[in-house]
């Protein structure tokens, strides 16, 4: 389940969920403001669009393995009252965007969270620079799961997953291309899906890494990375998670 896409952001949602699916999740549910619901149907029938409400998201969380917020979700109390709610239920989660500006106004520790900042977000939940961050991306991965707990993702050229088991690794794929909005959507749907497979928190997101920065170089390899959108990958990104398929050429 994906949770967010205040007023004016439904592509962050949609791009989340069809990421998910993408990436292998049966069914995905998305909540989010109701304006949004309508668009988002539109062009991707295959999710299950609700309009964001304490009933249906109660509902949706009883009903969901696998819970993703952020994308999206703005930091009005419409916001912030779904991020409660979703906090109080316990189901492995990814949190994005918004979800992370919030939670650095009021920080708790989970276990079964991956959390995925990039550098300016993870200076917020640190509070500190940004300057702080890259100049020691290893150790700035490390004090956030300390702080929070968890799995952290620290986006960025060089991506560093780290756990609390002390587990570490620095993902060597992905481009310049990727520097556009949306990436990070896209990124969170994939790590979701890949939990909804039973992969552990670490697996999940350095799997979920190294297929998105894979699915992004093999598109810049075929188009280069100026221009590269976000949705683009979602071509690439099926042939990277099926890669027992041959590819065949039908020039």
């Not at 239920?89 to 992370?100: E, I, R, S, T």
């Not at 300390?146 to 794929?173: H, N, P, Q």
């Amino acid at each position: 389940m994906i949770v967010g896409g205040d007023r004016g952001t439904a592509g962050a949602i949609r791009m989340c969920g069809e990421a998910a699916l993408r990436s292998g999740a049966g069914l995905v549910r998305v909540l989010t403001h109701p304006e949004n619901v309508a668009p988002i149907v539109t062009v991707r029938p295959e999710l299950m669009v609700d309009e964001l409400t304490p009933q249906t998201l109660k509902a949706a969380l009883e009903w969901a393995d696998v819970v993703a917020i952020g994308p999206g979700l703005g930091q009005r109390e419409w916001g912030r009252s779904a991020l409660r709610t979703v906090e109080s239920f316990n189901k492995p989660m990814v949190w994005d965007a918004d979800a992370l500006n919030l939670l650095a106004f009021n920080p708790d520790k989970r276990h079964n969270r991956v959390l995925t900042p990039h550098p300016g977000e993870a200076a917020r939940l640190l509070n500190v620079s940004v300057a702080e961050i890259e100049s020691d991306r290893l150790l700035s991965a490390q004090r956030l799961v300390k702080r929070y707990g968890g799995v952290v993702v620290l986006k960025g050229a060089g991506t560093v997953v780290a756990s609390e088991s002390g587990a570490m690794g620095i993902i060597d794929a992905g481009n310049a291309g990727m520097a556009s909005g949306g990436m990070g959507d896209v990124l969170t749907g994939i790590i979701a899906a890949l939990l909804g497979q039973h992969l552990t928190p670490y697996d999940a997101a350095c799997a979920g890494c190294v297929a998105h920065g894979d699915a992004a170089d093999r598109l810049a390899a075929r188009e280069g990375t100026r221009g590269m959108l976000a949705t683009d990958l979602f071509s690439t990104l099926r042939r990277v998670v099926n890669p027992d398929v041959i590819d065949v050429d039908h020039d």
